[in-house]
């Protein structure tokens, strides 16, 4: 925190660096309070303005789910399918077909009612909105019993949000760990790349990269093939080896093993693209005049790089970031299907092949608020970042 | 803008990528075109989807032809030979009994051996059911007895390479080298009747390379999958891309002419839609609405056009606006329509191009990503179902099935990225230098 406020401290004060030390201690402090005090401001009003725009979001996939009232549907078969199998027995059998059909309907009406198909769709798409935002769909095998029930994998439990959340953090790791390197290999490549602009390396890596154009599903694909079929150095998918290896420490080493093909698709695929963009960055800003200044100065080429290059071109480089996070979160489902890695992505798939439509929702959510909470952080590093970003109660100019 | 197309082919000849990347693209043009004139869609989705009876004598998952350049011993082609070619030859037994004998003679030039051997007949007979035995003949002389029985009368098939092992029929030695030469066929048929025998079939020695593209798990010929695959991917990329680019562009105009509400509702709208997942939503389409291609076409135009993209062209679009020769437009009594169609949408449409030429293979992409997720448009014949299915093939090395189309959708994506960035260049002086 305290390291927080002094990146604060020195992004609010920026301009008036001298002045700072002249003023007194209780200033200084005032300063900050108030400086602090206003990023909050900020990021709340951010916060809220994503926030209903997430709800927004999953107000319209919960209409998009039920199209032409298809999910409706399945799920009132789903119903009178069970009132159907609970209606069977010694019991009924001495009713006529005419009697028994009427205490059919009347059942299956009853339960209509109960699962709230007596009220419009519009009534309905409220009170699943909030079942949505919340994560209590309740259980697959009750409530949404449409197709075949899913389970938690490690735990085997049957509600909605267990399933969901369960494999919340095997995609969170792979898909961090993805993104994160490719920042960094973006990064020191692209400055590596500005150091010899126009030698050999330079152009032919710039010509190269458009080759790079696939999605990251499809390098999957290809390595693979490569890597896992005419190799067969690394796994085809999965988490860890089945069975799974005893000892915490060859149990990450089979998790890291079973990593690299997934995060070498997605850098692969992600890091040409932003690679491009940085060295442009980068060189047009290396012909700014306080960068020649530099160098006629004599500095040498690391501190003008760290100093005078990736300081204004950091904001652009935060932004590219998210927005390959972002990205990201919806590789997952492709990625993750290739590879038969159990996260949120293939647990999107398998819902929807299972028609578990609470699942999918839910899932949707999940996704909606990962993008909400990066376009958050991209708000907030931003405007520690780029002192140029208002952050006095969030003005907008 | 008078002066540019002028300056344009020296910037041409200036960016060598242009040329070899239009080339390729008029390349897969020219290709869509030869395949919907060869093979009209209709006769293509029937071959494909509805006619199992045309794929019984091709084999089954095995890789293209031209495979064999890289391999010491070339695996064998598909070998048919019909009881039609060959001739029928009768021996009296008794007063009214007969053999009748064809021997179905082929040349086996390989040292390699085939992946099935099936023997396809239709039988009839008058009234007396004959005996049939079948003899399988090796180039050194030596035999097997295959079959003997009594066939019924219609259609049948004795799947040779199922009840004997390929490397017994085939003589394989110590080495695994099969053994070459005149291989035959004998049936004989010992009828106790003069008249009303009657036999047609053919014997498949199916081979373990096929035409140009291979085979996949349902026998089809991929090359039909792949040449068809080429039309559809550019209409769905480039119908995507056009109706994303423009219906945003001509949004992001109107928002920044007019301004006030109109304005601010487009940008809350854009906003929400870019909170929407975009592949779960339409995976949520494809499977609980509809995977009709125009269907699906629609939500992805709807859904993509209310992205970041949309804001970026409005920045643009304001900078123009407050541009002299807008005010001068104004001056002479131009009305709105005019000026953003006349004015503004004329002076950004440059930077449309490079945006618009690398939104095509996005958009073919994400057909193939669908098809992968089970959810592609239906009734189609596309890259992206061919590598589906191939994804099975794979754990059992069936590697051409997944890389062929993999490699088109791959030349296609690079030649239009290739001519986007070239194109970015052109357009945007700032990195032309870069």
């Not at chain 2, 089970?374 to 890389?403: E, K």
């Amino acid at each position: 925190m305290r390291r927080f406020c002094g990146i604060l401290r020195t992004t609010m004060s920026r301009r008036p660096s001298r002045s700072s030390s002249v003023l007194s201690r209780s200033q200084r402090g005032r300063e900050t309070r108030r400086a602090l005090i206003g990023f909050l401001r900020y990021v709340l009003i951010r916060s809220i303005a994503v926030g209903i725009t997430v709800v927004v979001g999953v107000y319209l996939a919960i209409w998009i789910s039920n199209l032409g009232g298809v999910a409706d549907q399945w799920h009132k078969d789903a119903i009178s399918e069970m009132v159907l199998l609970g209606l069977r027995g010694p019991a009924y059998s001495d009713l006529s077909a005419e009697e028994f059909r009427e205490l059919v309907d009347a059942t299956v009406e009853a339960a209509y009612a109960a699962h709230g198909f007596d009220r419009s769709f519009v009534h309905r798409s409220f009170q699943y909105l909030a079942e949505a935002l919340s994560l209590s769909f309740g259980d697959t095998r009750v409530g949404g019993a449409l197709g075949v029930p899913m389970r938690a994998g490690m735990t085997g439990s049957t509600e909605v949000r267990d399933i969901i959340l369960e494999p919340l953090p095997r995609t969170v790791l792979l898909f961090c760990t993805a993104t994160l390197l490719s920042l960094l290999l973006s990064l020191f490549g692209s400055l590596f790349l500005t150091r010899r602009y126009g030698n050999l390396i330079d152009r032919l890596s710039t010509l190269l990269i458009p080759v790079f154009a696939a999605p990251p599903w499809l390098h999957g694909v290809v390595l693979i093939v490569l890597f896992a079929s005419v190799l067969r150095i690394l796994p085809y998918g999965g988490v860890v080896d089945a069975p799974p290896p005893d000892g915490t420490f060859a149990y990450l080493l089979s998790v890291l093993k079973h990593m690299i093909l997934p995060v070498m698709a997605w850098v692969l695929a992600t890091l040409p693209m932003t690679l491009y963009a940085n060295r442009a960055f980068f060189l047009i800003h290396s012909k700014e005049d306080y960068v020649e200044l530099a160098r006629a100065k004599g500095l040498r080429v690391g501190r003008i790089q760290r100093r005078y290059l990736l300081r204004p071109v950091l904001p652009a480089i935060i932004t590219q970031f998210t927005l390959t996070l972002i990205a990201s979160w919806q590789g997952a489902i492709l990625v993750e299907t290739v590879f038969g890695w159990p996260g949120i992505g293939s647990l999107l798939y398998e819902a929807v092949y299972r028609n578990q439509v609470p699942v999918v929702i839910g899932t949707v959510t999940v996704f909606a608020l990962l993008l909400g909470i990066s376009v958050i952080a991209l708000d907030v590093v931003y405007a520690l970042v780029d002192p140029r970003v208002r952050i006095g109660g969030g003005r907008k100019r | 803008m008078r002066a540019q197309p002028k300056r344009f082919l020296p910037t041409v000849r200036r960016y060598p990528t242009i040329g070899i990347s239009l080339f390729v693209i008029c390349l897969l043009v020219g290709v869509s075109i030869y395949t919907m004139i060869r093979l009209p869609l209709s006769e293509a989705l029937d071959l494909w989807y509805e006619n199992p009876d045309a794929w019984v004598d091709t084999p089954w998952c095995v890789p293209p032809a031209w495979t064999n350049l890289f391999r010491k011993a070339d695996l064998p082609e598909t070998i048919i030979v019909y009881t039609g070619d060959v001739e029928q030859t009768t021996e009296p037994v008794t007063a009214t009994t007969s053999r009748e004998t064809l021997l179905l003679t082929y040349d086996y030039d390989f040292t390699t051996l085939p992946s099935e051997v099936t023997f396809f007949y239709q039988f009839s007979y008058g009234t007396k059911r004959p005996q049939m035995t079948i003899t399988w003949v090796r180039p050194d002389g030596s035999e097997l007895e295959l079959w003997r029985n009594s066939p019924r009368r219609g259609s049948s098939r004795l799947m040779i390479s199922d009840d004997i092992d390929l490397e017994e029929l085939f003589a394989v030695d110590a080495n695994g080298v099969a053994l070459d030469g005149p291989y035959a066929l004998r049936i004989s048929i010992l009828t106790f009747e003069s008249e009303g025998l009657w036999i047609d079939g053919r014997l498949v020695v199916y081979g373990g390379v096929y035409g140009l593209a291979g085979t996949d798990g349902n026998r089809r010929d991929l090359m039909i999958a792949l040449l068809w695959g080429t039309p559809v991917a550019l209409m769905f990329g480039i119908l995507a891309t056009i109706g994303t680019t423009i219906i945003g562009f001509i949004l992001a105009a109107i928002g920044s002419w007019f301004g006030g509400w109109i304005d601010a509702t487009i940008q809350r709208v854009t906003e929400v839609g870019m909170m929407i997942p975009f592949l779960p939503t339409i995976m949520m389409v494809g499977m609980f609405y509809s995977r009709n291609l125009w269907v699906l076409l629609g939500f992805i135009i709807g859904l993509n056009v209310f992205t970041g993209a949309v804001k970026s062209y409005r920045a643009m679009f304001l900078q123009v606006k407050s541009a002299p020769y807008i005010e001068a437009a104004r001056a002479y009594g131009a009305g709105n329509g005019r000026i953003i169609s006349r004015y503004m949408i004329p002076h950004v449409a440059p930077v449309l191009l490079p945006q618009f030429v690398l939104g095509v293979p996005r958009f073919v992409f994400l057909e193939a990503s669908l098809a992968l997720l089970g959810v592609g448009p239906a009734n189609l014949i596309t890259w992206g179902n061919v590598l589906a299915d191939g994804r099975n093939g794979l754990y059992m090395g069936f590697f051409y099935w997944v890389l062929e189309p993999a490699f088109l959708l791959v030349v296609m994506g690079v030649s239009f990225s290739m001519l986007g960035y070239a194109l970015d260049r052109v357009f945007n002086p700032r990195l032309r230098d870069i």
